[in-house]
T-cell receptor
Framework: DTGVSQNPRHKITKRGQNVTFRCDPI?????LYWYRQTLGQGPEFLTY????????KSRLLSDRFSAERPKGSFSTLEIQRTEQGDSAMYLC?????????????FGPGTRLTVT | SQKIEQNSEALNIQEGKTATLTCNYT??????LQWYRQDPGRGPVFLLL?????KEKRKERLKVTFDTTLKQSLFHITASQPADSATYLC???????????FGKGTRLSVIA
């Protein structure tokens, strides 16, 4: 399978714990995006990378959230001191350079439940 | 403020009919508009992209129109099938390589 993969698929954690998610994009895609989606809503942008550079972060992104893409390949999203409001589906997407960010290819998501 | 509306939260249609979904936006001037399909528990799947200078685009049973004067896109599925049942999301790209902004989606149910 050459699509976008995300791990883990599900994560249950207690409030206050730190969690880290991983995204492996399609190999030739230089752009990588993180989104958050709650029930009944569309995906909400969090941050994106072009190669290893983090080019934009949403104003809604708390300083408890951090993302990295150290070698321009896979990316990690860490949430520190999780809160119940962080419960959501976290989606990763990648897109090829030729589209300038259009035609994003999404992974299956990581569903986070904070208890 | 910027706003995207997909005017039906849910749409039920009979198999074989044409489904028409609407996406309206305000205070945007998108370079292009995209439609995605999302099944429960899965990530969105890209379907079609239409640019600001295009009026219509087709792909198999799918057709998208884009009216930048009305600030509206229509998404049509002809000869709908129960397998077309899913949530359909529209997404706008703002100029300058900024990230996509998604609507809330319309949940389509095609009834056999």
């Amino acid at each position: 399978d050459t699509g976008v993969s995300q791990n883990p698929r599900h994560k249950i954690t207690k409030r206050g714990q730190n969690v880290t998610f991983r995204c492996d994009p399609i190999s030739e895609h230089n752009r990588l995006y993180w989104y958050r989606q709650t029930l009944g809503q569309g995906p909400e942008f969090l941050t994106y990378f072009q190669n290893e550079a983090q080019l934009e972060k949403s104003r809604l992104l708390s300083d408890r959230f951090s993302a990295e893409r150290p070698k321009g390949s896979f990316s990690t999203l860490e949430i520190q001191r999780t809160e119940q409001g962080d419960s959501a589906m976290y989606l990763c997407a990648s897109s090829p350079a030729r589209t300038g960010g259009a035609e994003q290819y999404f992974g299956p998501g990581t569903r986070l439940t904070v208890t | 403020s910027q706003k995207i509306e997909q005017n039906s939260e849910a749409l039920n249609i009979q198999e074989g009919k044409t489904a028409t979904l609407t996406c309206n936006y305000t205070n945007y001037s998108p370079a292009y508009l995209q439609w995605y399909r999302q099944d429960p528990g899965r990530g969105p799947v890209f379907l079609l992209l239409i640019r600001e200078n295009e009026k219509e685009k087709r792909k198999e049973r799918l057709k998208v129109t884009f009216d930048t004067t009305l600030k509206q896109s229509l998404f049509h599925i002809t000869a709908s099938q129960p397998a077309d049942s899913a949530t359909y999301l529209c997404a706008l790209d703002m100029r300058g390589n900024t990230p996509l902004v998604f609507g809330k989606g319309t949940r389509l149910s095609v009834i056999a």
